[in-house]
């Protein structure tokens, strides 16, 4: 066997076992159970709303609590619903009825170092609307 033929051989047994290797690297899922806060900023001159985060992945299932001031003030807890964690991305909504309406929030976000950074989309008056979050981990 000539060097070459032997270096070609090696390389792409390289390249195959990369290409293996990051394969099961992404069917990998990230664990997101833990407990999360952020601050979103007030509206209307109002005060800032912190809000708390508790998720636990059991297996494939993920379900979790989202507590925020409400109104008045108080904190609100709701189940999150329809949780998905593919990867390091971690999805779920949260339904909030007041006075006989309801809205609907959509989280979407990516696992990175800990802390959950993404998207909250919703419709407000009509429009869709979206703004960033990112939920850090509480000790």
Do not use: C, H
Request: aromatic fraction near 6%.
């Amino acid at each position: 066997m000539t060097i070459s033929k032997f270096a070609t051989i090696m390389l792409g047994t390289a390249l195959v076992l990369g290409a293996t290797l990051q394969v099961q690297a992404e069917d990998k899922k990230a664990d997101p159970s833990g407990t999360y806060q952020w601050v979103m900023p007030a509206r209307n001159g109002g005060a800032d709303r912190t809000n708390t985060l508790v998720l636990k992945l059991d297996g494939e299932k993920l379900t979790g609590k989202l507590s925020a001031p409400g109104r008045d003030g108080q904190a609100v807890e709701t189940e999150i619903k329809d949780a998905k964690v593919n990867g390091a991305e971690v999805s779920f909504t949260v339904v909030r009825s007041y006075n006989g309406n309801s809205m609907t929030n959509t989280y979407t976000g990516k696992l990175t170092d800990g802390a959950i950074k993404g998207k909250i989309e919703f419709v407000r008056n009509g429009e869709a609307q979206s703004r960033d979050w990112e939920a850090k981990p509480q000790k």
